[in-house]
């Protein structure tokens, strides 16, 4: 199968998905830390709830450093 050049993502696209990859990456360690609290045996440990915390944290500075960057970017349009 042979694909056209529209068939992937542009140049745009591309760029988004660069500009969002640390949340997705604060976000995939924040669902490995809720896994491990989740499926602790007997019990998750003090570093499992702190793993947990520190996730949730870097989820929102990401998140935030997004916005902040997207409205930087929309009011220099």
Do not use: N
């Amino acid at each position: 199968m042979k694909l056209a050049p529209s068939d992937g993502p542009s140049r745009a696209e591309l760029a988004a998905i660069q500009q969002e990859w640390p949340l997705i990456e604060a976000e995939m360690s924040l669902v490995a830390a809720e896994i491990r609290v989740l499926t602790a045996d007997p019990q998750p440990t003090v570093r499992d709830w702190h793993r947990l915390h520190s996730a949730e944290r870097r989820v929102l500075r990401e998140a935030a450093a997004l916005v902040c960057a997207r409205l930087s970017e929309a009011l220099a349009a």
